[in-house]
């Protein structure tokens, strides 16, 4: 049997970029996906790169959000050079539309708390708004414009990943999935996957909402899956710039024309089919931020499922168990955090220190800490 330096469960955005990131330290990397890697949550995102917080739960991501962001130009550069293939990085800055009638209140709020976290916001009148986004609707009041917020494709990214940690010497096996941890004693000695084991020193477990289904890992990653319906809209009507938000949708534009929005929020297990109720719920959030949208044509709609942690904030680091790290539960942020996930992963593995803090995100914190 072949003996690895690492084995990653899970070929998706976190594991691939863990695994291109490893190979181009030199250490032997295979990673095995049950299934073709890169066609779960990281095909199913909407892409934005935002570290703000969606709630004050949140708060604590901050910090990794934007060290993940400060990483991003870099990052794109090195995997589009690697890979050849291109990931449609937008750094355009995001948008975010208010509604209510009592703006301003809202509006210094907002730009309080975003500047008390280190995050950039400037407040925008209405027709200033229009002006940087004309098909915004009328009954927009105010906005905030965050400039250094960004978006990509997220297909293509991942895409490119993989391409690339292929051409850095990983080894990837599509159609075997890890069944369990290979433990050995205080140890993990590698995986066991459907018809034979896999040895290496370090075992990252990257398998998104199904990480948990793996024997060994739930009390480490108690994810499960939050299903997020997404549709995407072309049309010569409408014309946006940047990534828009209202308190009910976003709609994410790509290079190539079209324009995303999205995204329910659902607890309905493993389910991803694409429901009359969801897309009601878009398509009018979607119409009311950008009016020129009601003819616009629906090419696409689809569902995903992230990993969500109990706390909703990533699973990080090392376990209990020698050689075993978790790097799922990344949740609604996943694509944002891809390149400080893998850089921390890497440190940890070849030098036995992480450059920032990531205690907060241990997977220790879900069970009671053995000694
Ligand atoms: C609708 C939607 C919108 C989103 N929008 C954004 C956004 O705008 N910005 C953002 O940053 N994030 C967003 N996210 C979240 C982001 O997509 C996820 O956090 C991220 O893709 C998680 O990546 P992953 O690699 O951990 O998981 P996944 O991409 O789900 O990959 C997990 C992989 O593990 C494999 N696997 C499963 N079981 C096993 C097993 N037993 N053994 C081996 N492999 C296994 C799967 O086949 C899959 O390939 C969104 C998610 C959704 C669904």
Not at 79 to 88: K, Y
Not at 254 to 278: C, P, Q, S, Y
Request: charged letters at 25%; aromatic letters at 6%.
């Amino acid at each position: 049997m072949k003996k690895f330096d690492v084995v990653i469960a899970g070929g998706g955005v976190i594991g691939g970029s863990i695994a291109l990131e490893l190979s181009r330290s030199g250490l032997s990397v295979a990673l095995f996906d049950r299934q073709q890697p890169g066609q779960e949550a990281s095909w199913a995102s909407a892409g934005i790169l935002s570290p703000a917080p969606e709630s004050p739960g949140m708060v604590s991501m901050v910090p990794l959000g934007r060290a993940s962001m400060a990483l991003y130009p870099e990052f794109v550069a090195q995997v589009e050079e690697i890979s050849g293939m291109s990931t449609g990085f937008r750094p355009k800055g995001t948008l975010e539309a208010l509604f209510s009638h009592d703006t301003n209140a809202e509006l210094s709020t907002i730009i309080a708390l975003h500047n008390g976290l280190g995050l950039k916001a400037e407040p925008l009148r209405a027709e200033d708004a229009r002006e940087l986004e004309p098909s915004l609707s009328e009954e927009v009041e105010a906005a905030v414009l965050r400039p250094e917020e960004a978006s990509i494709d997220n297909r293509a990214l991942t895409a490119a990943i993989l391409q690339a940690a292929k051409r850095r010497g990983a080894e990837i096996f599509s159609g075997d999935g890890a069944k369990a941890i290979w433990r050995e004693g205080k140890r993990c000695a590698g995986l066991v996957l459907q018809n034979e084991k896999v040895e290496a020193n370090w075992t990252v477990i990257a398998a998104g909402c199904f990480s948990a289904t793996i024997d060994g890992i739930a009390p480490y990653a108690p994810v499960r899956p939050a299903k997020g319906q997404m549709a995407s809209l072309r049309t010569d009507d409408v014309k946006i710039e940047r990534v828009l938000w209202s308190e009910k949708i976003y709609l994410v534009p790509r290079n190539d024309g079209r324009i995303l929005a999205g995204a329910t929020v659902e607890h309905a297990g493993f389910d991803k089919r694409v429901t009359a109720g969801g897309m009601e719920k878009i398509l009018a959030a979607a119409i009311d931020l950008a009016p020129g949208l009601a003819n616009a044509r629906i090419e696409e709609t689809w569902a995903g499922l992230r990993p969500a942690s109990p706390d909703h904030l990533p699973i990080l680091g090392p376990t209990d168990i020698d050689g075993l790290l978790i790097a799922t539960g990344h949740f609604r942020s996943g694509i944002l955090l891809t390149p400080i996930t893998a850089r921390l992963i890497r440190e940890w593995i070849t030098e036995q220190r992480v450059s920032v803090d990531w205690e907060r995100f241990s997977p220790l914190r879900f069970s009671v800490r053995r000694e």
